[in-house]
């Protein structure tokens, strides 16, 4: 997750989504209004995918117990990144994990969210399967099968920034960066230096890490140690083992993984979660870069992720 950015242009940030938004613009004169559209974007991936909302779109769409809904352009959008994400991973990322998540305590804000839980954990039971969705592209209508409840979360946050980055570069001229609590887009012409990304396991973090320079493309963060709680007195986290229903085993501490948008690099980062030590040759199949630190802080690197110290991934 980024913690520092050297860039000689505007800057600001504020909460959002459960995290933190910073938008950051090549040209200072161009942060207003980056700041307006990436507070417009947020409100409306809000209003259609949020897990915390009855009235957003996808609250409907759950609630809708097996009937088809027609849905807007932007849940669209969202629904058909959830479902590439599940085929590209073979279901290790999934959307039908709403209701395990629900289960182990993440019915709410992660900031509303007790620290100790006595309630205790429930039986687990595998995700039903993203093959289940009926999704008739053309018409804009999903249907949900009774029992299942969709979560976007693993890719909505991330196309939100792919989404504003493209809609504040195309309106104000100037490069930009969005960091969405980790999850990192960029476009339009970055700084002559390249967008500078310092990495950590929190992106609130302030202890000195390692740090890369970007020229274009993403880069998305997936850990198990930020977004964890109690539950029936043990620890569980937000990333859930489709397979199973389960939290994934904590195999890696972070992966941090680079690509052309926002939704593949978390689409890859949060598999790598969920398949553990299987993630390293997974990920060198994708041609991906990718920094997987373990929980002994030993750090492994795939593709052409740069040297830990030194250079820029472009």
Known sequence: MTRRHAVRGGATSFPALGTTATVLTADHRALSEAERILRDELAA????????????????????????VAVGGLFALALQAA??????????VDPTVGRAVTALGYDRSFAALRPQDAVPLPVARPASGWRDVAWDPQARRVRVPRGTTLDLGATAKALAADLACERIAATTGSGVLVNLGGDLATSGPA???????????????TAPGPV???????????????RAWRRGGRAVHHIVDPATGRPAESHWRTVTVAAATCVDANTASTAA????PAAFPWLAT?????????????VTRTGAWPDEFGGSHR
Do not use: M, Y
Not at 83 to 92: K, V
Not at 191 to 205: I, N, Q, R, T
Not at 273 to 276: K, S, T
């Open 212 to 226: 890369v320079a970007i020229a274009s493309g993403a880069l998305a963060t997936s850990g198990t140690g930020v």
């Open 83 to 92: 479902l590439r994400a599940a085929e590209l991973t073979d279901g290790a």
């Open 191 to 205: 700084p002559a230096e390249g967008w500078a990304v310092g990495l950590a396991d929190d992106h609130g973090a």
């Open 273 to 276: 979660i969920v398949l553990g």
């Open 286 to 298: 994708t041609g991906l870069p990718a920094r997987l630190v373990d929980h002994d802080g030993a």
């Open 45 to 68: 991936v809000d209003r259609a995918c949020s897990r915390f909302r009855p009235d957003s779109e996808l609250g409907k769409v759950n609630a809708a117990a097996g009937r088809p």
